[in-house]
């Protein structure tokens, strides 16, 4: 009766301690936000522009041929190849926690054991063979396989391997993101380097038109119409516009490296058409839907895989807190003499064995690590929520950009005209004696001026529409 109560009493206590075990803290979760607003900037489009492959949506042959290069030979492309690589190997890794590892084993060694133990005043009473006394030093060799396996009870390891899966689609994404933004910046890039050509012809020939003012005015102070103060302002005027032509060449060195570290290579020339800068016309570009973004855009894709592996990842810390069950065997031969070793069924030897582990005491670790994994999943939360909505107003600002950009280049061309008519004015005017050499030598200088700023609003137009095209996840496919 007293032997039946111990085990009722035991009994009741393993069943406390197990639910003890299996009581997993609270905490508060909070669900991602995937709505968005239902347009951008009250559009009606319903086409996405990002979903144009590259090649179609760029036409200048010289820029396909650089971002192709680039898409084969940029260094950081190649880095993110090799995370996707060790994504792949982690969900073998995790695969592998599923199946039994099998493993062999060979040994050999001594066994000496005390004379006045149960083991030792086994062996005294005991032959190892008929009239031979078991010796105080044993050998022992072996050999055979042994197995272990941990019963996926809780799905920790399946949903340990679902979290690599859900990582290394997110390398995926990632690398298609490292590929947008490596279209874009070779593409911007390249129309940075063409205004730099556009800029630097037209201050050659402000330069040509100044050198001519300039001699000019050394006539006219010949003829004692100017004064010596007039010659030194143009020829100042001069050495200003080649000063500044320098700059520009060495920023088109820049640039030109730029884009060659892009590529992975050494600096060399970029091919590239000079001459038909300004009569580029910017692509029309069609943003979509705001909810076509959540399958377009790879950052986003990343983001919401991230967060599906957090929320695996909580699953798994839960399961520390249950019981795990492992399942372990071996089987094999073992004998004192080797000569013995493949005897049958006597050197034959085998187990099998189950136990059920679960934390009990002291499972701050275990807590610490679910705490952890959730705090985790709520980073994952908030960064998807800031990667739509970052986004979102991407295309947003970059919509707005392209309509004022495009009404500030109508107005520059207008200004550049007028600019361009009141050089020739303002010399005839000279000549007359009806305007001072200050007002050529402003007019001059506000002609180049609002030249460069034309050229400067041109790229900015063109940068724009590659902007919008990688905001709205164009491409990577």
């Known amino acids: 009766m007293f032997k039946k109560d111990i085990y009722k009493y035991f009994g009741i206590a393993l069943i406390c301690a197990t639910y003890s075990a299996c009581k997993v803290p609270e905490f508060a979760q909070r669900n991602e936000n995937k709505n968005v607003p239902v347009n951008f900037n009250d559009s009606q489009d319903t086409l996405n522009t990002g979903k144009i492959q590259w090649r179609q949506f760029f036409t200048d042959p010289n820029l396909v041929r650089l971002i192709d290069t680039a898409l ?58 008929p009239g031979k006394e078991v010796p105080d ?48 910046e070779v593409a911007n890039s390249y129309y940075e380097l063409l205004a730099l050509d556009n800029q630097l012809a037209i201050v050659k020939q402000n330069i040509a038109l100044q050198s001519n003012a300039l001699e000019l005015m050394k006539i006219q102070k ?36 730029k ?21 580029l016309v910017p692509p029309t570009v069609q943003a979509g839907l705001p909810a076509q973004l959540l399958a377009n855009r790879p950052d986003i ?60 005491i002291n499972r701050n670790a275990i807590k610490a690590e679910y705490l952890t994994a959730n705090s985790k999943q709520l980073q994952a939360v908030f960064n998807y929520e800031k990667t739509v909505l970052n986004g979102y107003i991407e295309v947003a600002n970059q919509l707005s950009n392209i309509t004022n950009l495009q009404k500030s280049y109508d107005l520059k061309s207008k200004q550049v005209l007028a600019l361009t008519q009141s050089i020739d004015i303002s010399n005839d005017l000279f ?30 137009q063109l940068n724009a529409v590659v902007n919008i095209y990688h905001a709205l996840g164009g491409g990577w496919n």
């Open 137 to 184: 030093v044993l050998p022992d060799y072996a050999f055979g396989l042994q197995a272990n396996w941990e019963a996926d009870i809780w799905h920790k390891l399946r949903n340990s391997k679902k979290a690599a899966v859900s990582r290394y689609l997110s390398t995926v994404e990632g690398r298609n993101f490292v590929i947008t933004n490596l279209v874009a």
């Open 222 to 257: 010949q003829a004692t119409r100017v004064t010596e103060l007039a010659v030194r302002k143009f020829e100042a005027e001069v050495l200003s516009s080649k000063s500044l032509e320098f700059d520009i060449q060495q920023n088109i060195t820049e640039s030109e490296n």
């Open 259 to 279: 884009i060659n570290f892009l590529l992975g290579r050494y600096p060399q020339a970029i091919p590239r058409d000079k001459g038909s800068f300004t009569d």
């Open 431 to 460: 000549k007359a004696a009806r305007a001072d050499y200050f007002e050529v030598l402003m007019t001059q200088r506000d002609a180049l001026q609002s030249k460069l700023e034309l050229i400067e609003t041109k790229k900015q």
């Open 72 to 129: 084969k030979n940029n260094q950081e492309l190649n880095v993110t190849l090799q995370e996707i690589e060790i994504a792949k190997n982690e969900i073998k890794a995790r695969k592998g926690e599923l199946l039994p590892s099998v493993g062999y084993r060979v040994g050999a060694g001594l066994e000496k054991v005390g004379r006045y133990t149960s083991s030792g005043a086994g062996d005294a009473s005991t032959d190892i063979t």
């Open 301 to 360: 894709k990343q983001a919401e895989l991230d967060l599906a592996a957090a929320k695996l990842d909580v699953k798994v810390a839960k399961a520390q807190f249950y019981p795990s069950l492992g399942i372990s065997a071996t089987i094999g031969y073992q004998a004192f003499n080797p000569s013995y070793l493949l005897r049958t069924p006597e050197s034959l030897a085998y187990s099998l064995a189950a136990d059920l582990a679960g934390p009990l």
